[in-house]
């Protein structure tokens, strides 16, 4: 990240408040979770997945799944696609994703899973929102790739989403 004057740049002020926002949220997320109904229509929801750096060449990026269809990705290293791109999947590919994380029991999961069985590996950052009648209700999972005590189940849906990049349509 090129690190500039806040006053210099507007976009740039933008960004960090974006980006002061997100972590707040992070934060808040972070300190406590809520259920996340799990019967509702797709379209209440939003699924963001995060993979953070490593020591090595871990692809650093953040994918963003909105029950409407609409995908947001921002890849920042060790990706294909670097920069922000924004695409189009079906509804019945994010109802699949639904029941995918319906049958990992995402409500009974840990908010955090950082033990260091192995070092220098990358996290993965694993948001679900439920937004219905001005209420949203969250779950945020941090997970350390490194910490064996994770459910398999969890990392495979992770894979299932980074499979997505190629299903996805691209404007």
């Known amino acids: 990240m090129k690190l500039t004057s806040t006053n210099s740049d ?3 002020n933008m960004r960090c408040i974006i980006l002061f926002m997100l972590f707040g949220m992070s934060i808040l997320m972070g300190c406590r979770t809520t259920s996340v109904p799990m019967k509702d229509s797709v379209s209440s929801y939003t699924v963001t997945l995060e993979r953070t750096a490593c020591r ?6 953040s994918i963003t799944i909105h029950g409407d269809g609409t995908v947001e990705y921002e890849g920042f290293m060790n990706t294909p696609l670097k920069g922000k791109r924004i695409g189009i999947i079906s509804k019945d590919s994010i109802s699949a994703m639904m029941r995918d994380i319906e049958a990992v029991n995402i409500n009974d999961l840990q908010a955090e899973y950082v033990m260091q069985s192995s070092t220098d590996m990358p996290s993965v950052i694993f948001t679900v929102l439920h937004a219905k009648k001005g209420v949203i209700r969250g779950k945020r999972i941090n ?11 969890l990392r495979i849906l992770y894979n299932r989403i980074d499979s997505w990049y190629s299903i996805i349509q691209w404007q």
Not at 143 to 153: I, L, R, S, V
Request: proline share 15%.
């Open 10 to 12: 507007p976009e740039n």
């Open 56 to 61: 090595g060449n871990c692809p650093v990026y």
């Open 143 to 153: 997970d350390y790739q490194g910490d064996a005590t994770a459910p398999e189940a």
